[in-house]
C-alpha cells in the first residue's frame, strides 16, 4: 500500500508540472497571468477555490492526525502542498503515515 501510495504522489507531482512547465514556457513567471488564467471564468474559479480547500481541509487534518500518530516534521506536508499541491502532498503523507499504524 505504501508503495502505490508514494506512486501516486509521483503523479500527483508530475502530471500537474508539466502544465506549470508549458505556462511558464509561455509566458514566463508572471504572477499577474497567472491569476488571470486561473481566475478567467466561473469554472476556472471553482476548480481553484475547491483546491484552495483541499489544501486548507488537508493541512488541518494532517497537523491534528500528525499530532496524534506522533509523527514528527509536520512541516514537510505544510512546505509539499504549498510547492507541490495535494495531488502530491496527499498521498505522500499516506505514504509516510503508513509506517505508523
Known amino acids: ?17 508539466y502544465f506549470f512547465i508549458r505556462f ?10 497567472m491569476g488571470n488564467q486561473l481566475f478567467a471564468s466561473d469554472i476556472s474559479t471553482c476548480f481553484a477555490v475547491d483546491l484552495i480547500v483541499v489544501a486548507v481541509v488537508f493541512l488541518i487534518f494532517s497537523y491534528f492526525n500528525s499530532r496524534r ?8 506536508y505544510l512546505v509539499a502542498t504549498l510547492v507541490a499541491g495535494p495531488s502530491f502532498s496527499i498521498p505522500f503523507y499516506l505514504g509516510v503515515r503508513e509506517k505508523y499504524q
Open 24 to 33: 511558464i514556457l509561455n509566458f514566463g513567471f508572471d504572477l499577474m497571468e
Open 69 to 76: 500518530m506522533g509523527m514528527k516534521r509536520w512541516w514537510i
Open 1 to 17: 500500500m505504501k508503495r502505490m501510495y508514494f506512486m501516486l504522489a509521483f503523479f500527483g507531482f508530475v502530471v500537474p508540472y
